[in-house]
């Protein structure tokens, strides 16, 4: 059981590379076109709210030291 354990940490840093490559697929294709359709304002909002959502997750990471 333990043997697997440690096995499985082999696989945590190219899962998280590729979560995160989804991430970022998902705001390419679907978030990014999205707020050049909404008005300025709008359009503003949810780029930096987006913006800090990266923030907050880089922030997160370093805390956990991953």
């Known amino acids: 059981m ?4 440690q096995t499985l940490d082999a696989f945590v840093p190219p899962l998280l590379a590729l979560t995160s490559g ?6 390419a294709s679907d978030i990014i076109p999205d ?3 909404q008005p300025q304002k709008i359009g503003t909002i949810q780029a930096v709210m ?3 959502g990266v923030v907050v997750v880089g922030y997160v990471i370093t805390l956990l030291g991953v």
């Not at 989804?22 to 705001?27: G, N, R, S, T």
């Open 35 to 37: 707020i050049h359709e």
């Open 50 to 52: 987006l913006i800090g």
């Open 22 to 27: 989804f991430f970022l697929y998902v705001a």
């Open 2 to 5: 333990f043997s697997l354990g």
